[in-house]
């Protein structure tokens, strides 16, 4: 072993990727992105290793974002309290997204940073503080001077906004992330849903053992399907119809779902009339739309309601459009030709044997809800979920309602391997008619039952001309365990006319002719 020169630094590889490894599965779970914070970890060393893991890294100067850009690649992101203007210039050449610490360095700064193609946001102070013990270190303290306070916020530097970010954390776990993302809502929830991104910071101790997963991710999910903040539409781009459909689906972006309404119909409310007529012409009798994006914010949000009924039917009428799955079953994609990311918010598509779709909903009088379909052996099960106190309890609730159906029910096809004779035709063109039959196809059943299906045909002794196509023959009856499961009309399959005079006359000839 050569010999090592103190001092030195020394990290264990193997807990380096441990800990990466998790990160990485939340990331993938959630749909977040997970940044490296180079004023905590700058060893640019193990970079190459890190950023097979991470999607960037947060820089808080000019040195930082180089490093950033030139070690680590991803995306760049800065953050400092005060910018030096013969650094700015610099920073424009290698960062990728910038958020500024007040209204005032946001208007300095940042149209500049836009028409540079950057990604612009402000970073704010929701009031809150979670800290324990060191004050010193807390963001939101009184009289702190980092992050912009609803009251000092500035409206009209809305347009140049792409997001907002909070740091209010310091090694603390996902509870207090909970209570800090309740106040961010209540403070800045009017501007949540016109921003692109939301960054929560830094200070989560989330390599911790018994650090709470589950309740990080769903604080994620939360907010990416009621503000919709993972795709926005900037006023006057264009999306194609395919990666605004993608966008709805795989990551629950109402302002997509709005923009195609008004694509569709020339309103929202022209199209929610149209949802609300398909909705009657399916039966969904305790279903009424107010908007098309489901949130239940609204004035009228109390008559924006629906059943898990209803959603199933909804879910089953969808599923008869194959094109769909190409959808639902997208587990991480793009848009914008590759700068925007997607992950799907239904997380068994990944963790679940079979998943077809479908989607995910969340609401705070909703709670978290679910309609999942997955297909096994060619059965297809929808199963819906609603009103679940975290997202987990939705993904979990669902895998036990599709597992129970899986085991216990079984297809069968009641005419599979069954022959149907021919029903004569008396006085027509042709002595026999095909059967058919009418709406058959397989029928759900307890597999405990599966082996005592039977079927008794029904069939007239016989039919006078004409016989119309469809025209009923008789039944078929579908038994199983002495229930009845299904009749099922038999039909014939042709046309046949009747004879005419000629014809009776031609068959009399032939008849004599053949006695003589």
């Not at 090592?4 to 990331?27: G, M, Q, S, W």
């Not at 102070?125 to 609803?150: K, M, V």
């Not at 997202?391 to 609730?397: A, K, L, V």
Request: aromatic share 8%; charged share 20%.
């Amino acid at each position: 072993m050569a010999e090592l020169r103190t001092p030195y630094f020394l990290v264990d590889e193997e807990r380096l990727v441990h800990n990466l490894e998790i990160l990485k599965d939340v990331a993938e779970r959630s749909g977040a992105r997970i940044l490296l914070a180079q004023k905590a970890f700058s060893m640019y060393s193990t970079y190459p290793i890190i950023r097979e893991y991470l999607a960037g890294t947060t820089a808080s100067g000019l040195y930082e974002a180089k490093l950033g850009h030139d070690y680590f690649g991803g995306e760049t992101h800065v953050f400092s309290p005060a910018y030096r203007e013969q650094e700015f210039c610099e920073l424009l050449k290698v960062a990728d997204d910038f958020v500024f610490n007040s209204p005032t360095q946001l208007n300095k700064y940042g149209q500049r940073a836009k028409d540079a193609g950057k990604s612009v946001g402000l970073r704010v102070n929701p009031e809150c503080s979670t800290q324990e013990g060191h004050a010193i270190y807390d963001p939101c303290a009184p009289g702190s001077r980092l992050g912009t306070t609803l009251a000092n916020f500035d409206e009209s530097l809305l347009p140049l906004l792409d997001g907002l970010h909070f740091h209010t954390l310091c090694e603390q776990d996902a509870d207090a992330l909970a209570v800090t993302l309740a106040a961010v809502e209540k403070k800045f929830a009017d501007l949540l849903p016109r921003m692109k991104w939301l960054n929560f910071g830094g200070g989560h101790h989330i390599t911790r053992p018994g650090y709470a997963l589950p309740t990080l991710e769903a604080c994620i999910t939360r907010m990416q399907e009621k503000y919709g903040v993972q795709v926005y539409l900037e006023p006057g781009e264009e999306m194609s119809m395919d990666e605004m459909l993608k966008s709805v689906v795989v990551s629950s972006a109402n302002d997509c779902a709005t923009a195609l309404a008004e694509h569709v119909a020339g309103s929202e409310s022209a199209f929610v009339g149209m949802m609300n007529q398909r909705a009657q012409e399916l039966g969904l009798l305790d279903t009424n739309f107010v908007n098309c994006t489901g949130l239940d914010d609204g004035p009228d949000a109390n008559e924006h309601l629906t059943t898990a009924r209803d959603i199933a039917i909804m879910s089953r009428e969808l599923l008869k459009h194959e094109k769909i799955k190409e959808y639902t079953t997208i587990w991480m994609d793009t848009v914008r030709n590759g700068e925007f990311g997607l992950s799907n918010t239904n997380k068994l598509v990944r963790f679940y044997d079979g998943t077809t779709g479908l989607k995910t909903g969340y609401t705070s009088g909703a709670g978290y809800c679910l309609s999942a379909s997955a297909e096994r052996g060619g059965m297809e099960l929808i199963a819906v979920v609603m009103h679940c106190k975290t997202s987990p309890d939705r993904f979990e609730s669902a895998k036990a309602l599709l597992n129970y159906g899986f085991a216990n029910y079984a297809l069968v096809d009641p005419m599979e391997n069954l022959t149907i004779e021919p029903v004569p035709v008396v006085l027509g063109r042709q002595e026999l008619v095909q059967v058919q039959a009418q709406g058959a196809g397989t029928i759900l059943i307890d597999k405990a039952l599966a082996g005592s299906v039977t079927c008794a045909v029904e069939l007239d002794e016989s039919v006078t001309a004409p016989v119309s196509k469809g025209q009923q023959l008789g039944t078929l009856r579908v038994e199983a365990g002495g229930r009845l499961l299904r009749e099922i009309a038999l039909a014939a399959a042709q046309e046949v006319p009747a004879l005419g005079f000629p014809d009776i006359w031609r068959m009399m000839l032939e008849r004599v002719c053949m006695a003589g």
